[in-house]
């Protein structure tokens, strides 16, 4: 099927791109072509997009910032929708936040430290978007999405649908829309712990900056930690005991700074991505009898 054809006529064809490069929308820097990219910019467009993709029976994905994903190097045969400037607003109405599933968490975190909203400081430096981060129930420093979540809102079977987070099954890396993959979160409600002076919170955001930038390979492309932390403790742990910082396969390496993470040094493939993850799971099994699962979303 010629995709393009197919999807001429639609109103929204000037927020559609073909055969596109997803390694420059995906924080490994690496990865195969999309058939097709779309950004809508609201709710009509991007129903219109689903609409057509199931009509013609295409694979569709929905990307955040690219920051937990990698495209496998043969890309991929469908269209990948990133949701545009209408779903990044976000607003704030005492401890509450309401914001599009487009706004990256950091965008969240600085409006209700404008509005003296504390809360949000932990997940502030996570660089994903608020439906990124429902979806994998993302956090860091003791603190999870689900920690704020109090409502969200989601396209399914072309109906507009409201989930109150208690029923969003919430846990490690995890929430009920890993199993729906047809859904798009299209925003949440949250609700912040309490209000402070601003200059709290921009420090505490700071101070958790600063963590990351002393213990994580920020300088090179990667998606974060690689693998979910499994029962028996850090990956990252279980990882450098076995003495795998520093392992490369190609242009992909176990970063020396943090053995959580694999590294894109320049060049390297989803397909050299992929083979050092397998080493790695493979060598922390044999050595530790642990079976590592991956955290990223292999497309
Ligand atoms: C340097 C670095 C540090 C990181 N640190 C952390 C950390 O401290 N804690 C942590 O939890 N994660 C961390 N991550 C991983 C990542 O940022 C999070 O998992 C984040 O929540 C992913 O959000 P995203 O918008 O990039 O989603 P993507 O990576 O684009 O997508 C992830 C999944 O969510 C789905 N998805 C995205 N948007 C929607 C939507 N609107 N509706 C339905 N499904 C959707 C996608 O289909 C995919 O399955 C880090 C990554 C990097 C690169």
Redesign the pocket.
């Known amino acids: 099927m010629n995709l393009e054809r197919s999807l001429e006529h639609l109103n929204c064809i000037n927020v559609i791109r073909f055969a596109e490069p997803m390694s420059g929308h995906t ?1 490994f820097r690496a990865g195969g072509i999309a058939d097709a990219f779309a950004e809508p910019g609201n709710r009509e467009e991007l129903a219109e997009i689903i609409a057509a993709a199931e009509a013609l029976g295409v694979p569709y ?9 990698l495209v496998r190097d043969e890309g991929y045969r469908g269209i990948i929708i990133k ?1 545009g400037d209408g779903f990044r607003v976000c607003e704030v109405n005492g401890l509450t936040v309401k914001a599009g ?2 706004a990256s968490l950091s965008a969240m975190a600085k409006r209700a430290a404008e509005e003296s909203v504390s809360g949000f400081e932990e997940l502030s ?5 608020v ?3 429902v ?2 129930n ?3 420093y003791g603190v999870s999405i689900s920690d704020v979540t109090k409502e969200i809102y ?1 396209l399914e079977d072309g109906e507009c649908k409201v989930m109150d987070a208690s029923d969003a099954c919430f846990s490690y ?1 995890y929430s009920v ?1 890993c199993d729906k993959p047809g ?4 925003g949440a409600l949250f609700e912040g712990k309490d209000i402070k002076s601003k200059d709290l919170i921009v420090s505490s955001m700071n101070g958790y900056t600063q963590k ?1 930038k002393a213990s ?1 390979p ?1 300088e090179f492309p ?4 690689t693998f979910k932390r499994p029962k028996e403790g850090y990956a990252s742990r279980l990882i450098d005991e076995c003495g795998l910082k520093g392992l490369g396969v190609g242009g992909a390496k176990v970063s020396e700074k943090h053995a959580g993470f694999i590294i894109n040094c320049g060049g390297a493939t989803a397909g050299d991505i992929l083979a050092l993850m397998k080493k790695v799971r493979d060598i922390v099994y044999a050595e530790k009898g642990v079976e590592l699962e991956p ?1 990223i ?1 292999i497309l």
């Open positions: 924080s994905f929905i990307m955040g910032n690219g920051t937990n994903v949701l599933a487009g430096g996570i660089p994903g978007t439906g990124g981060a979806r994998m993302a956090g860091a989601y890396r829309f859904a798009v979160i299209l990351r994580q920020l990667s998606a974060g930690s955290e979303v």
